[in-house]
């Protein structure tokens, strides 16, 4: 599910084989610890994180080859990524 190569990916980069035609890039994420303080910005080359429609956070990283899955709330931002069926 990740693009393969370093040039956005930092290393080792694992399992990058884009099988599945996704091209996962590593946009990092948003998260804002509570209402009103300011956001930290992470993850970039690193990690790649997706909200799901269930509102699901899905994310890869570089040293992973799973896809990882867990729940946020909705003041954090991650990458949305439209699909047509």
């Given at each position: ?30 998260y804002s610890a ?36 867990s729940s946020f ?8 990524r439209c699909i047509?069926?």
């Open positions: 599910m990740k693009q393969v190569g370093y040039n956005l990916w930092l290393s080792p980069n694992t399992g990058a084989t884009n099988s599945s035609g996704f091209n996962g890039l590593p946009g990092g994420y948003r509570d209402w009103g303080s300011d956001p930290i910005f992470g993850g970039e080359g690193v990690s790649g994180a997706w909200w799901s429609s269930n509102q699901k956070r899905r994310e890869i990283y570089s040293t992973s080859i799973n896809v990882h899955r709330p909705n003041s954090n931002g991650f990458s949305s047509q069926d």
